[in-house]
């Protein structure tokens, strides 16, 4: 049997593999270069394949083919080493929660779900939400339809703060949890929200929520990445500058193994829940293979967790994800030596970054600006 068709196909997969790794490493924000960081899973999963089909039909290999297979097993080691934390097969980044007495006191629920603006079916995320009973809820892309329909909920949680919104960045937060002075900020682009609060524990202790949805690096929004990781990497200091006890969450646009919230993470020394236990792909709902966690949840040492999984849909382009932490001040000490160290160069980065961000912002500010006159005209 004649396997030339097979193996010319496999060094074109390779070669499409290795070009498109390589070219993420270019060091520019532009979405066309920042968009490969996404489908890490799905590049390494067809990278193996390619691998594994030069191996099976190859045979007599000159040079170019030799070349060609060391490249592609040198990118595809990269690819692993950017997926394999999100496995079981690594270390575990936060410790899973023990067993106490007090455990309503000590856990903490919250659901960050992505409801897509013109997603009709607002009772499947109620119904979702009486059903978990979590103890913060953090809904992204609601408006004014949406924020109706949630006054459902409002009964078993007291504590809100509403920004609906018509331009996909609008921003609820449902809390039974008591929150203290919140605040909706737009630390980039003037009409993009985030929500910074103080919310006390059940147990009594006093944290921060930071509820976050930047603009995402893609053809139909932002042409660059610069304001999405200036705002990421601005919280991340914030948190590091004022040692605050901290939970970072909402839909980031972005990946886990991404380089800028590798830099977030080291910045800011928040942990990833997600480290050593398993992927948890938020987006895109309709389509299986092309899915990735763009819905993320960082928080600081002194928290283990009990569970986090995705939930079942509610009509829109996301999974709802549902995490469950347990306070333990205890564990604070052992789990910091988890948390990826801060390099010399993570704070220069950090500050260029924001820097770029600001202007960048005030370019998109104004734009979107002009764009709403003309919408009303």
């Known amino acids: 049997m004649d396997f030339s068709l097979l193996y010319y196909g496999a060094q074109?997969?390779?070669?499409?593999?290795?070009?498109?790794?390589?070219?993420?490493?270019?060091?520019?924000?532009?979405?066309?270069v920042r968009g490969v960081e996404f489908p890490r899973i799905q590049i390494m999963i067809l990278g193996i394949a390619a691998w594994i089909g030069m191996l099976a039909f190859g045979s007599d290999w000159q040079q170019g083919q030799w070349l060609l297979f060391i490249v592609l097993s040198i990118t595809l080691a990269f690819q692993l080493r950017m997926v394999l934390p999100y496995t079981k097969l690594w270390k575990k980044e936060v410790k899973n929660a023990k067993d106490k007495p007090e455990v309503q006191e000590c856990q903490l629920k919250i659901m960050v779900s992505n409801v897509l603006t013109p997603n009709d079916e607002t009772q499947k995320l109620v119904d979702l939400v009486k059903d978990k009973q979590p103890d913060i809820l953090i809904t992204l892309e609601t408006d004014k339809k949406w924020e109706k329909a949630l006054n459902q909920i409002e009964v078993d949680y007291?504590?809100?703060?509403?920004?609906?919104?018509?331009?996909?960045?609008?921003?609820?937060?449902?809390?039974k949890l008591e929150l203290i002075d919140p605040e909706v900020k737009y630390l980039i682009i003037d009409d993009i929200p985030s929500i910074h609060t103080q919310m006390r524990l059940q147990g009594g202790q006093i944290i921060w929520l930071y509820c976050l949805h930047p603009m995402p690096p893609s053809p139909t929004e932002a042409d660059k990445s610069t304001t999405r990781d200036a705002e990421l990497l601005m919280v991340g200091k914030h948190i590091?500058?004022?040692?605050?006890?901290?939970?970072?969450?909402?839909?980031l646009n972005d990946v886990a193994?991404?380089?800028?919230?590798?830099?977030?993470?080291?910045?800011?020394?928040?942990?990833?829940?997600?480290?050593?236990?398993?992927?948890?792909?938020?987006?895109?709902?309709?389509?299986?293979?092309?899915?990735?966690?763009?819905?993320?949840?960082?928080?600081?040492?002194?928290?283990?967790?009990?569970?986090?999984?995705?939930?079942?849909?509610?009509?829109?382009?996301?999974?709802?994800?549902?995490?469950?932490?347990?306070?333990?001040?205890?564990q604070a000490s052992k789990q910091e030596s988890n948390a990826p160290t801060e390099k010399a160069e993570d704070v220069k980065e950090a500050k260029n970054t924001i820097e770029a961000g600001k202007k960048e912002g005030c370019k998109v500010s104004k734009e979107h600006a002009e764009a709403e006159e003309k919408s009303d005209c």
């Not at 007291?158 to 809390?175: E, I, Q, R």
């Not at 590091?240 to 839909?251: C, H, P, V, W």
């Not at 398993?278 to 819905?295: G, M």
């Open 12 to 32: 074109w997969l390779a070669g499409l593999i290795a070009f498109v790794t390589i070219w993420g490493w270019l060091p520019l924000d532009n979405w066309w």
């Open 240 to 251: 590091k500058e004022n040692n605050q006890t901290a939970i970072l969450a909402g839909d």
């Open 257 to 330: 193994w991404s380089k800028t919230t590798r830099r977030f993470q080291r910045i800011s020394g928040l942990l990833d829940p997600r480290i050593g236990r398993h992927f948890i792909n938020t987006f895109h709902v309709k389509y299986p293979f092309l899915r990735w966690a763009l819905d993320h949840i960082f928080h600081s040492a002194c928290f283990t967790v009990v569970d986090i999984k995705r939930m079942p849909s509610i009509g829109s382009d996301h999974f709802p994800v549902m995490t469950t932490l347990q306070y333990e001040p205890e």
């Open 158 to 175: 007291p504590y809100t703060v509403k920004v609906p919104l018509d331009n996909l960045y609008g921003m609820h937060l449902y809390s």
